[in-house]
């Protein structure tokens, strides 16, 4: 038998003996217990960072496209057709989307409300999905020869909007351009009529913010014919994101900024990552609390087997293989806590996402009614190999120092 497996065995048996004072077995038992919670807690919080994560990728990727061009300088550009061109001769772009945006002023009958206008071309209502949005009317924003427009939900509250009302149209207001300041509306402001089609529902910040119309009608509000402020994009399915975001930029150049959905809100998703890996060390700090329990408990095991060490000096065992038995059983400590709190944190996980266990609050309009979970392979292994570097540098504290000392010591007779 090689040393590995020696010092193994002998640390295991050292772990399930019996000892002479009952309190090793009382502390080896806290340390188990104690490394066990803290890594459950650790797996469960970091999947369920990774649940609110997927829930607002999944809200935002409702209504972004996979991929936006921007222009790197300025609010809009002249979309030519050699810029289409460029853009449709990229492998793996299915759907090009003309998209101009102006914040205006919406008012309908006595109520206004400050909102984005979104104007579109056509193939956005698929694009986005649209008519799974919708919580009253229908997907469309062509009615006949009439453009019609649909409303964020939260616009639609403030302006207390009536889908079925033929009498009073939307009314959208932007300063002209060059206008200078006037006192007078009609002279400071254009102004376009549209009724609305329907009412759709993302997440608060898209819903109080946006009204989509047809990029026709968003142009001549505007005075911005053949102008546009993005141009989004819808790939095939088997497309690789980022290989495809690389080629377009390469044939763009750097007068624009491709992104995907997560570079479209990249602060909100840094944020996130942000706290995540801020408690996942605050959890760290704890699990370095919970282990010098091992620390106490191998330093007591190490002084009740003084007579041991002596003895297998005796037969031959020198200082390194002493101190991997010991190390050896520190391990075997914090090794059987980890898997124990990791199993117990993935099957904690397993319950809620299929029964949804913990609440967010009874009685609350959310859009889901548990905590959401995720759980990510590469986050259990980082549990995994934190809680074994702790545990491993909180036994090597009494082995390094003890074993030593122990070393002094002789049997009684000799």
């Not at 914040?103 to 309908?108: A, G």
């Amino acid at each position: 038998m090689d040393r590995q497996g020696l010092a193994f065995l002998i640390g295991r048996r050292y772990l399930f003996s019996k000892k002479s004072h009952n309190a090793i077995n009382i502390i080896t038992g806290i340390s188990v217990v104690g490394v066990a919670v803290v890594s459950a807690t650790m797996v469960i919080v970091l999947s369920v960072f990774n649940g609110f994560e997927g829930l607002v990728v999944s809200l935002y990727s409702s209504f972004d496209p996979p991929v936006l061009i921007t222009p790197a300088k300025g609010k809009v550009f002249s979309f030519d057709d050699e810029v289409r061109q460029r853009i449709a001769s990229v492998q793996g772009v299915t759907e090009i989307v003309e998209v101009l945006e102006e914040n205006c002023l919406v008012r309908y009958r006595d109520r206004q409300h400050f909102a984005t206008v979104k104007g579109v071309s056509d193939g956005f209502i698929g694009l986005a999905g649209m008519d799974s949005l919708m919580t009253d009317g229908v997907a469309t924003l062509q009615n006949d020869s009439l453009p019609q427009a649909l409303l964020g939900q939260g616009v639609a509250y403030f302006i207390s909007a009536n889908m079925h009302d033929p009498f009073y149209p939307i009314e959208l207001y932007v300063p002209k351009r060059g206008a200078g300041s006037s006192t007078d509306p009609n002279r400071a402001f254009t102004t376009r009529s549209v009724y609305p089609a329907g009412v759709f529902s993302v997440q608060h910040d898209v819903d109080v913010r946006y009204i989509v119309v047809p990029i026709k009608l968003a142009r001549d509000l505007l005075d911005r014919e053949g102008y546009v402020s993005a141009i989004a994009l819808d790939l095939d399915s088997k497309a690789d994101v980022s290989k495809v975001i690389s080629t377009l930029q390469e044939a763009l150049g750097d007068d624009f900024v491709v992104r995907d959905r997560y570079r479209q809100h990249a602060l909100l998703y840094s944020v996130m990552q942000s706290e995540k890996w801020a408690v996942f060390l605050i959890l760290a700090f704890i699990l370095m609390i919970s282990i010098f329990n091992v620390t106490g408990s191998l330093t007591m095991l190490i002084l009740e087997k003084k007579r041991d060490v002596v003895i297998l000096r005796s037969m031959g065992a020198d200082t390194p293989l002493v101190r991997r038995i010991f190390l050896t059983e520190g391990m075997q400590i914090v090794l059987i806590g980890a898997l124990t709190g990791i199993a117990i944190g993935l099957m904690v996980c397993w319950l809620q996402y299929n029964f949804g266990l913990v609440r967010l609050s009874t009685g609350g309009n959310y859009v889901v009614q548990a905590y959401p979970v995720m759980v990510k392979w590469l986050d259990v292994l980082n549990v995994c190999l934190t809680v074994l570097g702790i545990g491993a540098m909180a036994s090597a504290v009494p082995v390094l120092g003890l074993v030593r000392n122990t070393s002094t010591v002789r049997l009684s007779g000799t």
